[in-house]
């Protein structure tokens, strides 16, 4: 069986900001299909986030940013990513 070549890691650096740990989420892809999105801050209950409206407008722009943006980029079929939502 022939070996496959392991994928180079890479150090990406940004810019220091303050972000809001509850617009932060992480993401699973299965098969090139995203199939998870999940808040990354699971110790704390963000009000805002229960809603079906709030919930309905997070998914729609992860997915968009998935579908336009992400899907076709890698190789792999299967990883997660971390996704962070600029309300």
Known sequence: ??????PTPTL???K???LNPAME??????N???LVICQRDARNYY???ATE???????DAINTLFEERVR????EKNYTMDVYVDR
């Open 47 to 49: 009000e805002f986030l």
């Open 16 to 18: 220091w900001s303050n």
């Open 32 to 34: 090139k299909k995203l």
């Open 72 to 75: 076709d980029t890698f190789a």
């Open 25 to 30: 989420f992480r993401c699973i892809v299965y």
């Open 53 to 59: 409206a709030t919930q309905n407008t997070i998914r």
């Open 12 to 14: 990406a650096l940004r």
């Open 1 to 6: 069986s022939a070996i496959k070549a392991r």
